[in-house]
């Protein structure tokens, strides 16, 4: 399924198609250590690595305003939770933010019948497959259900601490709200 997508027929190839008439400047990358982090894996400007493999992606959230702004956030266990490597503790019992903003949703590719959404709007949807950039400021989140694609125009990371009850409450949200 395919929803949101947004299509010029007078564009060229399909990357070009999703900035075609837009600011062809690249995306620009707030709190991140470097100013083109591989966004999979990267370092946070206060020192926090980050492998969003081993994270959950938490959430999405559409913030309807001038310019518009999309919130994706992704939860972390703790040592005591299962975790692919042990580069997921450097960010143990945390949720981290990315904040895109003069954004909006390119497509959104769903292996479910629909996204389910929460009372707040907010769409959970579990582990990171991948996360990457391309055509400048195009970014391709993929998950174990789900492939959204985003254009923005910059991109802040931040981190909260959570508890370890936080984390499991919030990994159960995740994962209470996948279909079998």
């Known amino acids: 399924m395919n929803w949101l997508r947004r299509y010029d027929p007078l564009a060229g190839s399909d990357s070009d198609r999703v900035t075609a008439g837009r600011d062809p400047r ?18 946070t400007a206060d020192g926090h690595r980050v492998s969003l493999r081993e994270g959950y992606f938490e959430t999405l959230q559409y913030e309807v ?27 143990a019992n945390a949720r981290v933010f990315l ?5 909006f949703v390119i497509a959104w590719e769903s292996s479910q019948e629909m996204p389910r ?31 959204i694609y985003v254009e923005a125009t910059t991109v802040e990371v931040s ?18 709200r996948r279909t079998p």
């Open 65 to 91: 305003g001038a310019p518009p702004a999309i919130t994706v956030t992704f939860v972390f266990a703790g040592d005591d939770l299962p975790s692919l490597t042990s580069s997921a503790r450097t960010i």
């Open 159 to 176: 981190t909260e601490s959570l508890s370890a009850d936080e984390v499991r409450r919030a990994l159960a949200q995740v994962a209470g």
């Open 99 to 103: 904040r895109f903003a003069d954004a």
């Open 26 to 43: 690249p995306a620009q990358f707030e709190g991140f250590a470097d100013s083109a982090p591989d966004l999979c894996e990267f370092k």
């Open 117 to 147: 959404y929460r009372s707040d709007g907010t769409v959970p949807h579990g582990q990171v497959d991948d996360f990457y950039l391309y055509a400048r400021r195009c970014f391709c989140i993929g998950t174990i259900d789900d492939t």
